[in-house]
């Protein structure tokens, strides 16, 4: 099982970054998939989550009008574009894997990737 991802870097406040969560290893469209952040000095909080079954999507409400998430199944590939982003959206944003979309809002997500910076100057 593998979780990569990508699309982290470094802007001004106001601009956009897509983070990708290329998957690997497993049944791709049996999963919810979720992004989580963590800042540092802070605990890993939920960011969002696209469920397997229906893709429905779940949002952090500090996130709600400026991210959204997105399900590839053809390249098992989960995105999240973040619009409008502001320096407290700095933190190191991973993507996780579950069989239940319960575990994203406990965070006991099965599979993780490492990471990726995403870095928001003011």
């Known amino acids: 099982v593998q979780l990569v991802e990508s699309g982290g870097g470094s802007v001004q406040a106001g601009g956009s970054l897509r983070l990708s969560c290329a998957t690997s290893?497993?049944?791709?469209?049996?999963?919810?998939i979720g992004w989580f952040r963590q800042a540092p000095g802070k605990k890993r909080e939920e960011v969002s989550c696209?469920?397997?079954?229906?893709?429905?999507?779940f949002y952090n409400p500090s996130v709600t009008t400026r991210f959204t998430i997105s399900r590839d199944s053809a390249k098992k590939t989960v995105y999240l574009q973040m619009n409008g982003l502001k320096p407290e959206d700095t933190a190191v944003y991973y993507c996780?894997?579950?069989?239940?979309?319960?575990?994203?809002?406990?965070?006991?997500?099965?599979?993780w990737g490492k990471g990726t910076l995403v870095t928001v100057s003011s």
């Open positions: 290893g497993f049944a791709f469209d049996e999963y919810v």
């Open positions: 696209i469920s397997n079954s229906d893709g429905r999507e």
């Open positions: 996780a894997a579950d069989l239940k979309l319960s575990s994203w809002y406990y965070g006991g997500m099965a599979h």
